[in-house]
């Protein structure tokens, strides 16, 4: 149990364009998701807090005009990184947070690698 | 202020040796521990976790770790280590008295375990 998947797990575009990277719960219901980036032989820095039916809260420091989350269900949230630039490219990672009884644990995407020539 | 420290950037083990990942956390109240580990171009798969009770905690693959609150370290162990154990492991802590959603992550160790 506690599955949750990424889709594109890999993703090339031209400088300027958007992406969107959706984050799904795949056999539980997630009233939070959470957005982090993963930089080479770094750890997660956490992007935003992504709650169902309302606005994400973002962290110090994130534009939130520049990744733009949605949680739309509570299985789908997506992040979607507008005019995208290289220094963009990096690994983002999904989480989701069960609301149950194991509600304490974060269950990981397997991440989207995205780069931006 | 909340932070995880894993002071050991790489940790060496020959397959079959025991192997220990260290971990020690600062947070202001009662915290939540866990361990991840991240194979390459992977999301994290989660280990085990420390929520209460007994302090030694068994996980996936074998491994287990210890939570000890006066040396506020959360070890990561494992008796006999395989060559599919090398990856990038990390500890990470939650409060569970304040900021509920966030998670504080260490810098990650990585293990290369040796035939």
């Known amino acids: 149990g506690a599955v949750v998947s990424q889709h594109p797990s890999r993703v090339i575009c031209k400088s300027g364009t958007s992406v969107k990277i959706e984050c799904r719960s795949l056999?539980?219901?997630?009233?939070?998701m959470f957005w982090y980036r993963q930089f080479p032989k770094k750890s997660l820095m956490l992007m935003a807090t992504?709650?169902?039916?309302?606005?994400?809260?973002?962290e110090q420091g994130v534009e939130k005009d520049k990744f733009l989350i949605n949680h739309a269900s509570l299985t789908l949230s997506t992040l979607t990184v507008t005019s995208a630039h290289p220094e963009d490219s990096s690994f983002y990672i999904c989480?989701?947070?069960?609301?149950?009884?194991?509600?304490?644990?974060?269950?990981f995407g397997p991440g989207t690698r995205l780069l931006v020539l | 202020a909340q932070s995880v420290a894993q002071p050991e950037d790489q940790v060496n083990v020959a397959e079959g040796n025991p192997l220990t990942v260290k971990c020690t956390y600062s947070?202001?109240?009662?915290?939540?521990l866990f361990w991840y580990v991240q194979y390459p171009n992977r999301g994290l798969q989660f280990l085990l976790k420390?929520?209460?009770?007994?302090?030694l905690v068994k996980g996936s693959y074998g491994f287990e770790a210890e939570f000890n609150k006066s040396q506020t370290s959360f070890h990561l162990k494992k008796p006999s280590a395989l060559v599919s154990d090398s990856a990038l492991y990390f500890c990470?802590?939650?409060?569970?008295?304040?900021?509920?959603?966030?998670?504080?992550f260490g810098s990650g160790t990585k293990l290369n375990v040796k035939p």
């Open positions: 992504s709650n169902e039916g309302s606005k994400a809260t973002y």
């Open positions: 990470a802590v939650r409060d569970r008295d304040g900021n509920f959603n966030k998670f504080y």
């Open positions: 056999d539980f219901q997630a009233t939070t």
């Open positions: 947070v202001s109240g009662n915290p939540y």
């Open positions: 420390y929520i209460t009770g007994d302090n």
């Open positions: 989480s989701a947070r069960t609301s149950g009884v194991y509600q304490e644990t974060q269950y």
